[in-house]
């Protein structure tokens, strides 16, 4: 599959990043990239920041809160989550969980929008038709911090808490503890981009590419009015229940 190199882990110009590719690259055949955040909160397009994420915690502790433009519920990024975007013509997750299986995981897709390995779920993702393309993008945790995942998720009535936080944890599970073979997140990294770019070709974004990212990150996925922006009160608490992944 063709691929896209994005370094950045800037979750305001990732958010732009998808944003641009959906609306710009050439998607004749797919496209992907894989990519990380900074420790930050990544909001649905529909969800009301102050009722699903504690943003005294994050304030307290550097957290960025950032908002996608596809649906889903809160989702904490750190560096040790490994982000994954496919764009093109009806795409779905099915190569990323091929190439998870031929790892040695018993990699499995559900109908909730949900990657799950050895009966936990190690995955989710999100998706977004716009014309005649679609995006789909997800995240892997490898060894995200827990403690601070259920920190951030925790507010008073938000799905987390009303399921219980230790109900949640036996839930979700880490993929280094099945992925022995990986020193670190990065050699994970590499091994999946080698299976999922095989021999074909990468395209190269221009300076003024990442110019025009850059400008959109600026001018709207960090801006108050994009992140706090008000949500008609029919979408809220109707994204689908989601508790780290996209």
């Known amino acids: 599959m063709r691929y896209i190199i994005n370094n950045s882990t800037d979750p305001y110009f990732n958010m732009a990043f998808d944003e641009w590719c959906l609306e710009h690259i050439d998607v004749s055949e797919p496209v992907f990239y894989l990519w990380r955040n900074?420790?930050?909160?990544?909001?649905g397009l529909n969800q009301d920041a102050a009722q699903e994420v504690n943003l005294k915690y994050l304030e307290e502790h550097g957290i960025l809160l950032a908002r996608?433009?596809?649906g889903g519920g809160a989702v904490y990024h750190d560096l040790q989550n490994l982000n994954y975007t496919i764009i093109g013509k009806g795409v779905d997750t099915t190569p990323f969980v091929e190439a998870l299986r031929s790892l040695g995981l018993d990699?499995?897709?559900t109908g909730r929008n949900d990657i799950f390995v050895d009966g936990k779920k190690v995955s989710g993702y999100a998706r977004r038709v716009w014309k005649d393309r679609t995006i789909v993008h997800g995240t892997l945790m490898y060894d995200v911090?827990?403690?601070t995942l259920t920190e951030v998720l925790s507010t008073p009535g938000s799905k987390l808490v009303s399921k219980?936080?230790?109900s949640v944890r036996s839930r979700v599970a880490n993929l280094k503890e099945y992925l022995p073979q990986?020193?670190?997140?990065?050699e994970l990294q590499a091994?999946?981009?080698s299976i999922l770019a095989g021999s074909d070709t990468r395209i190269v974004l221009s300076p003024s590419d990442l110019a025009q990212i850059r400008e959109l990150s600026d001018s709207k996925f960090s801006t108050p009015e994009w992140l706090y922006r008000e949500v008609a009160p029919n979408h809220l608490h109707n994204e689908s229940v989601t508790t780290?992944?996209?």
Request: aromatic share 6%; glycine share 4%; no cysteine.
């Open 182 to 186: 990986f020193k670190s997140l990065d």
């Open 191 to 193: 091994r999946l981009h």
């Open 244 to 246: 780290f992944a996209e």
């Open 164 to 166: 219980g936080i230790a």
């Open 38 to 43: 900074r420790p930050s909160v990544i909001i």
């Open 107 to 109: 990699a499995e897709q």
């Open 68 to 70: 996608r433009v596809t």
């Open 145 to 147: 911090d827990i403690d």
